[in-house]
Nanobody
Framework: QVRLVESGGGLVQPGGSLRLSCADS????????MAWFRQAPGKEREFVAS????????YYTSSVKGRFTISRDNAKNTVYLQMNSLKPEDTAAYYC????????????????WGQGTQVTVSS
């Protein structure tokens, strides 16, 4: 059974940085694409970034491109989201997601989800 556990959220001032981590247990982590999504209060969950099974390919939503970096360490079964130059509009609950079928970057079709970690950007 897949279990995704996020960590690293918190309160940060505008312009600051945070690194989120997501540990995956219970399956062959390195065989599948992973992603981060976020959901702000009153809004739908939105795609943030995706990474292919070996980490060779990444894809970002336009609003975070150049500020966020997704990466993975398959030896540790962990995916990361480095977030720099944070803005108040980045405030949201961030969710790690795992595919059970795709090795390539994708914005949809994720089958497993973590419980979420809150990121608040405020002065």
């Amino acid at each position: 059974q897949v279990r995704l556990v996020e960590s690293g959220g918190g309160l940060v001032q505008p312009g600051g940085s945070l690194r989120l981590s997501c540990a995956d247990s219970g399956r062959t982590f390195s065989n599948y694409a992973m992603a981060w999504f976020r959901q702000a209060p009153g809004k739908e969950r939105e795609f943030v970034a995706s990474i292919s099974w070996r980490g060779a390919s990444t894809y970002y939503t336009s609003s975070v491109k150049g500020r966020f970096t997704i990466s993975r360490d398959n030896a540790k079964n962990t995916v990361y989201l480095q977030m720099n130059s944070l803005k108040p509009e980045d405030t949201a609950a961030y969710y790690c997601a795992a595919s059970s079928t795709s090795r390539l970057v994708t914005t949809t079709g994720y089958d497993y989800w973590g419980q979420g970690t809150q990121v608040t950007v405020s002065s």
